[in-house]
């Protein structure tokens, strides 16, 4: 539980270091930004793009979130981005 707590607690101060650096930036932006910071680890980066994809309601930002995922990460996670967005109307 210890080592649970330790890491719980890692992610959270460099998640609230992000935040803080990124004052100002929009909500996508941050996401972008926290999606490279994770692409090192599989399942970490799955768990960033699902609850990304929760909360972006907007079509276009939705499409423009897409292009940008394939670009970025479609030859590391090609399974991944296609199914995140697999169930997402584009």
Known sequence: MEN???NFVIRLDSFRYI?????GGTMLELTKKIL??????R???????NKALKWISDTEE????KMWCIGEFG???PNIISR????VVV
């Open 19 to 23: 935040a803080n650096r990124y004052k």
């Open 84 to 87: 995140a967005f697999s169930g």
């Open 75 to 77: 030859a590391t996670y």
């Open 43 to 49: 399942l970490l980066f799955q768990k960033e793009l």
């Open 4 to 6: 649970f707590n330790t």
């Open 62 to 65: 939705l499409k423009t979130f």
């Open 36 to 41: 490279v910071s994770v692409s090192f680890d």
